[in-house]
């Protein structure tokens, strides 16, 4: 889309590492399921001029001048993603998802207070409480899981644990789980127990967005999402509360996570949301769904075990275990067709993060290149075909023109 010739004449090393990304995006398959394209108006949104300017605090409270262009871009990615949402509230400063998390629970509890999430191998995050991130380090967490025979959050379960543990915060909020979530039920827990209510919609925000999904954010204290994903626009996030939690949610971002918010990111994410709006994105999002769907009942035909049996959105974790690889080695062997992918724990996994029994697949990316079911049958088709015969480099040589072959049938909308 861009001639890049400044780019180009300026800096020929850099140029050259940016078409290879462009050459491999355009001929390889993206599964990992937090991953997207965005669209020309986004991409070039990102590239304007809003980059030179400092704007630390909100619309009409700045501690700079020269914001008023700055406050009218910002005022319109507040007011779409109110509409997107039904939210009260925004805060769309926050530079990427973990930093508007640890915002989060800033604006509502304190260090070594109590808070409920999932377990990272269930299917949670790093930052709802794995020891290793500043989540755990700082709160006191306690983790509920899926159940083991159906790979579902026993909501049951997570009442005992609320009952038990008395917690001032609930996350709901997950990057590798395939279903539905019972928002309604994890409220009435939290307002049992006297605690807040927080979902993190990262990985479903745009299958939310175009109804295709439960909304938490009329529901819940506070939500919070990334824009990329299935909301398909820049990489970065932003917080919805109810208004009577705006103050504390806009100061715990500034100053107390960030400093100035990135302008060019804010005006992306205004363009995302301007499409997200549009009819044609329900489209989008209801085909992601399916897309996913007709993969995992594809993967269990051929004797795949998907944790919890299907999916409800966009994505799947897939155990390997029974096929003798790892998700790791599956990765590789993936790689070599040209398929991304990223491996995954499963629940209860017995091997460790680098090298776990599971891949997660998703179907964003390719969803948004156009393709269907028929593609999607095909996909699989060539997974399975080089998982079974992958010591056959010429195999996995064929697949890989194959993809390519798709791929470029299906062209990237921005390249």
Same mark, same amino acid.
């Given at each position: 889309?861009?001639?890049?010739?400044?780019?180009?004449?300026?800096? %020929?090393?850099v140029?050259?590492?940016?078409?290879?990304?462009?050459?491999?995006?355009? *001929?390889?398959?993206?599964? !990992? @399921?937090?991953?997207n394209?965005?669209?020309?108006?986004?991409?070039?949104?990102? @590239?304007?001029?809003?980059?030179?300017?400092?704007?630390?605090? /909100?619309?009409?409270?700045?501690?700079? %001048?020269? &914001?008023?262009?700055?406050?009218?871009?910002?005022?319109?990615?507040?007011?779409?993603?109110?509409?997107?949402?039904?939210?009260?509230?925004?805060?769309? *400063?926050?530079?990427?998802?973990?930093?508007?998390?640890?915002?989060?629970?800033?604006?509502?509890i304190?260090?070594?207070?109590?808070?409920?999430?999932?377990?990272?191998?269930?299917?949670?995050?790093?930052?709802?409480?794995?020891?290793?991130?500043?989540?755990?380090?700082?709160?006191?967490?306690?983790?509920? #899981?899926?159940?083991?025979?159906?790979?579902?959050?026993?909501?049951?379960?997570?009442?005992?644990?609320?009952?038990?543990?008395?917690?001032?915060?609930?996350?709901?909020?997950?990057?590798?789980?395939?279903?539905?979530?019972?928002?309604?039920?994890?409220?009435?827990?939290?307002?049992?127990?006297?605690?807040?209510?927080?979902?993190?919609?990262? +990985?479903?925000?745009?299958?939310?967005?175009?109804?295709?999904?439960?909304?938490?954010?009329?529901?819940?204290d506070?939500?919070?999402?990334?824009?990329?994903?299935?909301?398909?626009?820049?990489?970065? @996030?932003?917080?919805?509360?109810?208004?009577?939690?705006?103050?504390?949610?806009?100061?715990?971002?500034?100053? %107390?996570?960030?400093?100035?918010?990135?302008?060019?990111?804010? @005006?992306?994410?205004?363009?995302?949301?301007?499409?997200?709006?549009?009819?044609?994105?329900?489209?989008?999002?209801? *085909?992601?769904?399916?897309?996913?769907k007709?993969?995992?009942?594809?993967?269990?035909?051929?004797?795949?075990?998907?944790?919890?049996? %299907?999916?409800? &959105? +966009?994505?799947?974790?897939?155990?390997? /275990?029974?096929k003798?690889?790892?998700?790791?080695?599956?990765? !590789?062997?993936?790689?070599?067709?040209?398929?991304?992918v990223?491996?995954?724990?499963?629940?209860?996994?017995?091997?460790?993060?680098?090298?776990?029994?599971g891949?997660?697949?998703?179907?964003?990316?390719?969803?948004?290149?156009g393709?269907? *079911?028929? #593609?999607?049958?095909?996909?699989?088709?060539? !997974?399975?075909?080089a998982?079974?015969?992958r010591?056959?480099?010429?195999?996995?040589?064929?697949?890989?023109?194959?993809?390519?072959?798709?791929?470029?049938?299906?062209?990237?909308?921005?390249?």
């Amino acid at each position: 889309m861009f001639d890049y010739k400044n780019l180009s004449a300026q800096d %020929g090393e850099v140029m050259a590492e940016v078409k290879k990304e462009m050459e491999r995006q355009s *001929q390889e398959m993206e599964l !990992i @399921a937090s991953e997207n394209y965005v669209s020309k108006a986004v991409l070039e949104a990102m @590239a304007t001029v809003l980059t030179n300017k400092y704007s630390e605090g /909100t619309p009409g409270h700045r501690y700079y %001048g020269g &914001n008023q262009v700055i406050d009218e871009v910002e005022t319109i990615a507040v007011e779409r993603a109110k509409k997107l949402f039904g939210a009260e509230h925004v805060n769309v *400063q926050p530079l990427s998802g973990s930093p508007a998390n640890a915002a989060v629970y800033m604006a509502f509890i304190k260090p070594g207070d109590k808070v409920l999430g999932l377990r990272l191998d269930h299917g949670g995050h790093l930052s709802h409480g794995h020891p290793v991130n500043f989540s755990g380090m700082l709160y006191n967490f306690s983790q509920y #899981e899926v159940d083991s025979e159906t790979g579902k959050i026993n909501m049951d379960k997570v009442r005992e644990l609320a009952l038990k543990e008395k917690p001032k915060m609930i996350v709901a909020g997950y990057s590798a789980y395939a279903r539905e979530v019972e928002w309604q039920k994890f409220k009435d827990i939290a307002d049992e127990v006297g605690a807040f209510t927080f979902a993190d919609i990262a +990985h479903t925000a745009g299958l939310i967005a175009a109804g295709e999904m439960a909304n938490p954010v009329p529901l819940f204290d506070v939500v919070s999402t990334t824009t990329h994903k299935t909301l398909r626009g820049p990489r970065g @996030a932003m917080i919805m509360c109810k208004e009577q939690f705006a103050k504390q949610v806009d100061r715990a971002v500034f100053p %107390g996570m960030q400093g100035g918010p990135h302008d060019h990111i804010t @005006a992306a994410k205004a363009v995302a949301f301007g499409e997200a709006l549009l009819p044609e994105f329900k489209d989008y999002a209801k *085909q992601v769904i399916l897309n996913a769907k007709t993969m995992a009942e594809e993967f269990m035909k051929l004797g795949f075990r998907i944790i919890s049996n %299907g999916t409800d &959105n +966009h994505l799947m974790v897939v155990d390997m /275990t029974g096929k003798g690889l790892s998700g790791k080695e599956v990765e !590789i062997i993936l790689d070599k067709c040209g398929i991304s992918v990223s491996r995954s724990t499963i629940p209860n996994d017995p091997n460790p993060p680098l090298n776990p029994s599971g891949v997660r697949f998703g179907t964003p990316a390719i969803t948004t290149r156009g393709m269907k *079911q028929e #593609e999607i049958k095909k996909i699989v088709t060539w !997974i399975n075909a080089a998982i079974e015969q992958r010591e056959e480099p010429e195999m996995l040589e064929n697949i890989k023109k194959e993809v390519r072959e798709m791929c470029l049938s299906f062209p990237i909308p921005s390249i």
